[in-house]
Structure formats: C-alpha cells, structure tokens
C-alpha cells in the first residue's frame, strides 16, 4: 500500500479505537471519563443497561465505510444491529452530527462526559437506537429490515449509495433473507446503489448464529444464488480499503469478527455487560480500569479532553 493508504489505514484504526473507549465509557462511567484517577466504585453507574457485543465490528465497519464514501454527500448508513447504539452514539458525536441537534454534545471534554453520562441515564440517551438519534428512523431493537431499509432509500435514486451493515443473527430472521431477493427486483440504473454488509461475529443473545457455523462456501454460495458476489474482509484496514476499491459487481461484504473483542470476556458472554458488578466487585472494577487503559486513550485525547485524531 502506497503511503497514503497507510496514512489512512492509521487514521481509521485510531478512529476505531477511540470509538471503542467511548462505548466502554458509555456503558459504565459517570465520571473520571478520562480516567485521570483510579475509577472508584462511585465512578460507575448505579444500573448497567446496554449491548457491548457487537459494539467493536459496528465500529470497524463505520469507520471503513466513512472513510472511502465520506466525501459523497449522497452515501447514508444503514445499521441493523441498533442495539449497539454506543457505537453509533460515539461515531455520530466524533463526527459532530449529534452537537448538530444537541448543542451539549460538543467535541471537547464537557461534550465526552455529556455523551458518557447521560447514555441510559433518565431524560438522557436510549440503550438502542431510536428517532430521537440524528437520522433513525426505528427502534434499535427492531431487527431483520435493515436491507429492506436501505434499498428504500435508494428506490428512484440512482444518485444515492447506501452502505447496511447486517448482524448474523439478523439474518435469520425472514424478513432479512426474503429482503435478499430485492438485489434482483431493483437491479436499474433507475436505483442507487446498495452497499451490503453481513458482520458475522458468531453469536446471537446467547447462542451461536446459524450463519457462522456455515462454512464459507455455504456462506459464498447462498449469497451468490440471490444474485451478490461475497467478498471477505477482515478488521485490518488496508485489506478492508482494498475491497471497497475493487471494481466488484453487487458485491456483499462478509466482516469476520470476535463478539465482544478488545473487553474482558468473548461470544455471548459480551452480548450485554460483560462486567456486571465493577460498583461492588473491587476485580471487576480494576478489570475495568484495564480494559479502559488498553485503548491508550491518551494518545486519542489531550488533557482538556480535545481530540488528537
């Protein structure tokens, strides 16, 4: 990759590491949001309520995306797993949109805490997604219409390119496969174009997903029958950057992640909070800590809270 493409490729890993703390925090904090003390039991909020599970693919997926379509005024996102709101609560507040139609969530320090503390907090912000968020249109824990939505938005807008991420447990549901077959219902030059993609992290609430104990060539062959060309990327930017630039026809993007990567615990362990009691538990507190000090926050923040990304 040339050096601009490794310029990029850092640029999009910071962004999805920054993202990453923000959800944690979201989840958890009520203050010390930059941790410049040890977290103390009243740190953490008094009820845990939220979905950390898919949070990191949600983000390797919106950063990618964001950057190769960015400058198209015309690209939207699609995201079906809205109960991983943090993440798209933290990406719509490190891009601005949120201070948009909130003036308190700025992209400074008192913005951070703002966003962390008022995430499932009374009058604050929802543990799903929902329409009082910049550009929802339903409630986050409705699952199986995301494609369905995204080929709507592109119905008799050639202009338009949308980009759907899909969780694997959401693609059992039938509303998520019956809506494979609009690849071939709205296949014209009079639509936009659908950018499909299936984050395949292998486990539902609390069982594996049907999807991922398939083998790749079920998986490849499935999605070729409904008209798509898959195309596997992995969570390194550069091989994610490349597959967007192949001249590839109906392309459908398979990300293969770990559900709940980078925390403490894996699978469905992570679907929701993976540490359940860090206000009484001293372990589960300082775990915690580390797990918040692993994204290096420092080099993400300054001390006034500014970013350095």
Request: proline share 6%.
């Amino acid at each position: 990759m040339d050096t601009v493409g490794i310029e990029l490729a850092e640029k999009i890993r910071r962004r999805i590491r920054l993202c990453d703390y923000l959800c944690v925090a979201q989840l958890y904090l009520k203050d010390d949001f930059l941790l410049e003390r040890p977290l103390t039991p009243e740190d953490i909020k008094p009820r845990l309520l939220g979905h950390w599970g898919t949070c990191h693919g949600i983000n390797v997926a919106y950063a990618n995306l964001k950057a190769h379509y960015g400058n198209n005024p015309n690209y939207s996102f699609v995201l079906g797993p809205g109960h991983g709101f943090p993440a798209l609560n933290a990406n719509l507040w490190l891009d601005g949109e949120l201070e948009k139609v909130d003036r308190q969530a700025t992209r400074d320090a008192a913005g951070l805490e703002y966003l962390c503390r008022r995430f499932s907090w009374p009058d604050g912000f929802p543990s799903h997604a929902s329409p009082m968020t910049p550009g929802i249109i339903t409630e986050g824990g409705e699952l199986g219409y995301a494609l369905a939505s995204a080929y709507g938005v592109c119905l008799g807008h050639p202009e338009k390119t949308t980009a759907v991420l899909i969780g694997d447990g959401e693609l059992e549901t039938a509303t998520a496969l019956d809506s494979l077959n609009l690849r071939s219902l709205l296949a014209s030059k009079q639509n936009g174009t659908i950018v499909p993609l299936l984050h395949l992290n292998g486990y539902k609430i609390s069982a594996p997903s049907i999807y991922a104990r398939k083998s790749e060539r079920e998986l490849n062959e499935l999605l070729r029958g409904f008209g798509f060309t898959p195309r596997w990327v992995g969570e390194d930017p550069e091989d994610f950057q490349w597959a967007l630039r192949e001249n590839i026809e109906s392309p459908f993007y398979i990300m293969k992640t770990e559900k709940g990567e980078g925390g403490p615990n894996r699978h469905h362990e992570a679907h929701q909070i993976p540490l359940k009691n860090p206000q009484s538990d001293e372990r589960e507190l300082r775990t915690l800590e580390d797990w918040l000090r692993s994204y290096n926050f420092a080099e993400l923040f300054d001390r006034g809270g500014g970013l350095k990304i």
